[in-house]
């Protein structure tokens, strides 16, 4: 507030409570003083867009009717104080259009722009959502993720497919490897052991005292066949790329 803006609401305040105004000249100016010093970063009024509105004369005359003591700045000053930080807490700062590498120009454009949406000069500015975006080759292994999953059988929740993971490890490795879109050896036979596609690489058993031949799954496929699924999903990262 200027000098002549405390002057008003000082005679204000005088008529709402003469029997408390200063009885001398000298007291008079001395209390003008005091209240233009101290207030000189209070307005007098504001309005914002949303409704709310400020009004030095309002508190004062709320003050008077509700307290038994005489009004002072700090009644005017506490007031507009949370004020400004409820109008200034709902804004969010838009970058400045300076150099944001000169420091102090950025600090001042930011103080000067939050004191503007205080006195309702600017309204405050809304926080912008960030919005991403999808890579292209992002959205290709994802797509591929998927197609692989779909051709490894019918879909089971989350929670059943962890639960299941332990009595099936075949099944939830190709499940982990097709959704982080790593090669799986099982989308290729083996040359080791005739494996065929989807069927884990196995080992020949034979039973003491027994001329009968048996195979047993492997826990691991043989390597060569872990280098033949690598050359095979390069292949088809090629293709899907072309």
Not at 142 to 155: F, N, P, T
């Amino acid at each position: 507030m200027q000098r002549p803006e405390i002057a008003a609401l000082l005679a204000f305040v005088d008529s709402l409570a003469p029997e408390r105004a200063p009885q001398s000249r000298p007291a008079a100016g001395e209390r003008m003083e005091q209240w233009a010093t101290l207030l000189a970063h209070v307005p007098s009024t504001a309005r914002h867009p949303d409704g709310r509105h400020w009004d030095a004369s309002r508190v004062a005359a709320r003050h008077i009717a509700t307290s038994p003591y005489p009004i002072k700045p700090s009644d005017i000053g506490g007031p507009w104080e949370t004020y400004r930080a409820d109008v200034v807490g709902r804004h969010h700062d838009p970058a400045p259009a300076v150099d944001p590498d000169d420091e102090a120009a950025y600090r001042a454009a930011l103080r000067q722009t939050r004191a503007a949406v205080a006195v309702g000069a600017l309204p405050p500015a809304p926080q912008q959502a960030i919005e991403g975006t999808v890579s292209p080759i992002r959205a290709q292994r994802d797509a591929e993720a998927k197609r692989r999953l779909a051709e490894l059988g019918s879909y089971v929740p989350k929670t059943v497919r962890a639960q299941l993971a332990e009595f099936r490890p075949h099944r939830a490795l190709r499940e982990r490897l097709a959704a982080a879109g790593l090669p799986d050896p099982l989308d290729v036979e083996c040359a080791v052991c005739g494996a065929s596609t989807g069927t884990p690489c196995r080992i020949r058993r034979i039973a003491p005292g027994d001329d009968a031949i048996s195979f047993r799954p492997m826990a691991y496929p043989h390597p060569s066949r872990v280098d033949a699924a690598e050359a095979h999903h390069a292949r088809q990262q090629r293709e899907s790329a072309a």
